[in-house]
C-alpha cells in the first residue's frame, strides 16, 4: 500500500541521509587527502549518472520491486563497507553503491506510487512521497547529530547497518508490483534529442545542472573547512545539515505560493543571486554562526530550485513522455554533483581552501545568466509526445 511505500521510503531516506551527514567527518578521520574527499562525495553521483537511465528502463520491463530491492541490497553493503573501512578507498566504494542505492530506489519509488495510486489521488501520493523525502533529509542528520554526543562515528555505521537491513527485510515482504496495462502511446520509445528540444525541460536542466555544481561541494568543503579551519566538532557539523534540511522543508512548503506571487523567472533569479553573494563569504567565516547563517541562506535557494525545475518539466511535458524528461533531467544532476566535488578538490589542493569557496561563484553567474531565458509556466499536460 502507498502508507508502507512512504514509510519505507522514509526510514532508507534517513539511514541514507545518516550517511552523508557523517561521510566526510569519517573521511577526515581515516586522514583522506583533499582530493580524496573530494572523490568519496562525488562517487554516489557518479554511478548515478551512468545507471540512473538503466534502471528506469530496467524497472518498466522487469517491474518496480526487484530495482527498490537492488538498491536497498547496495545501501545496505554500503553501510556494511563504511563500519569496517580504514581506509579512504574503501569510503569511495561504499559512496559509489550508495549512488546506486538512490539511483535505483528513489526514481523506481516514485514511479510505483504512481503505479499504485488511483489517478484522482496520484498527484497528493506523488507530493506526499517528496515531502517523506524531505523530511527523511531533516531526520537524518538530526539523528546522527545527537547520536554522535554517545558514541563515534564508526558505531553510527554499524547502527546504520542495522537499520538498512530491516527496511530490506521490510521491503521484502510489503513492496509488490501492481499489475500495470500500458497502452501503444505509453510503450513509444522516444528519441532523447526530441526530449531535449524541449525548451521547459533544456531550461529546468541547465538550471539543474549550475545549482548542483555547487550544492554537493558547498557541504563538502564546507565540512572540511569548518573541521580544519574553524575546528568544529562533529556534531557542529552534523547540525549544518539539518539546519538546512529544516530550511528547505519550509520553503517547499510554501513555494507554490511564492511562485505565485513574485514569478518563477524572479523567483529562480532570486535563487541563484543568493548563492552568488552568499557562498564565495563560507572562506572568511571565523566562527560558527557566521556558517550556519550561511548554510541557512543556501537551504532557502536549495529549496526553491528543485520543486520549480520539477514544474516546469512537468508542465512541458505529457504522461508519455515525462518519465524520459524527467530522467534526462536529474541526469544532468547527477553529472553536475559527480563533476564538482572532484574538481573543487583538486582546486583546494592547488590554491587553498578558501579558493574553492571563490570559484563556486562561477556556476552561480552561470546557472544566474540562464535563469533570464526560463520562461513563464506553460501548462500542457497532455501534450502528446513528438514524433520522428
Not at 59 to 64: I, N, T, V
Not at 163 to 169: C, D, E, G, P, S
Not at 183 to 202: M, S
Not at 289 to 318: C, D, N, R, Y
Request: proline letters at 4%.
Amino acid at each position: 500500500s502507498l502508507f508502507y511505500l512512504q514509510s519505507l521510503t522514509l526510514a532508507a531516506m534517513t539511514n541514507s541521509n545518516m550517511t552523508s551527514a557523517i561521510l566526510v567527518l569519517f573521511a577526515i578521520e581515516l586522514e583522506a587527502s583533499v582530493p580524496e574527499i573530494g572523490i568519496i562525495a562525488a562517487a554516489g553521483a557518479y554511478a548515478s549518472v551512468v545507471s540512473r537511465l538503466v534502471f528506469g528502463v530496467f524497472s518498466d520491463r522487469f517491474g518496480r520491486r526487484p530495482i527498490i530491492l537492488f538498491g536497498l541490497v547496495a545501501g545496505l553493503l554500503s553501510a556494511l563497507l563504511c563500519a569496517v573501512a580504514n581506509s579512504p578507498h574503501l569510503l569511495i566504494v561504499a559512496s559509489l553503491l550508495e549512488g546506486l542505492k538512490w539511483s535505483a530506489y528513489f526514481s523506481t519509488g516514485l514511479a510505483l506510487v504512481a503505479d499504485v495510486a488511483n489517478e484522482s489521488e496520484r498527484e497528493k501520493a506523488v507530493a506526499n512521497y517528496t515531502l517523506v523525502s524531505a523530511i527523511g533529509m531533516l531526520a537524518g542528520p538530526g539523528l546522527t547529530t545527537l547520536l554522535l554526543l554517545f558514541i563515534k562515528i564508526r558505531e553510527v555505521f554499524y547502527l546504520e547497518s542495522a537499520i538498512a537491513l530491516a527496511v530490506l527485510l521490510a521491503a521484502h515482504f510489503l513492496v509488490r508490483d501492481p499489475p500495470v496495462r500500458r497502452t501503444l502511446q505509453e510503450r513509444t520509445a522516444l528519441n532523447l534529442w526530441q526530449v531535449a528540444k524541449n525548451k521547459n525541460v533544456l531550461d529546468a536542466s541547465v538550471l539543474t545542472f549550475f545549482f548542483f555544481f555547487v550544492e554537493p561541494s558547498v557541504f563538502t568543503y564546507g565540512s572540511v573547512y569548518g573541521v580544519k579551519v574553524l575546528y568544529l566538532s562533529g556534531s557542529e557539523v552534523t547540525a549544518l545539515g539539518t539546519l538546512k534540511a529544516l530550511v528547505m522543508i519550509g520553503v517547499r512548503y510554501f513555494i507554490s505560493n511564492i511562485e505565485k506571487n513574485i514569478g518563477r523567472r524572479s523567483l529562480l533569479l532570486a535563487t541563484f543571486v543568493l548563492v552568488l553573494v552568499f557562498i564565495p563569504l563560507i572562506g572568511f567565516t571565523s566562527f560558527y554562526l557566521q556558517l550556519a547563517a550561511i548554510i541557512v541562506v543556501f537551504g532557502v535557494a536549495h529549496g526553491a530550485i528543485f520543486p520549480v525545475t520539477a514544474m516546469m518539466v512537468s508542465e512541458s511535458t505529457g504522461p508519455s513522455d515525462r518519465g524520459l524528461a524527467n530522467a534526462f533531467y536529474l541526469t544532468l544532476g547527477d553529472l553536475s554533483s559527480a563533476i564538482s566535488p572532484t574538481l573543487f578538490g583538486y582546486i583546494a589542493d592547488a590554491m587553498g581552501l578558501r579558493s574553492v569557496f571563490l570559484v563556486m561563484s562561477v556556476p552561480a553567474a552561470l546557472g544566474m545568466a540562464a535563469a533570464f531565458r526560463a520562461g513563464p509556466s506553460t501548462s500542457r499536460p497532455d501534450r502528446a509526445p513528438a514524433q520522428g
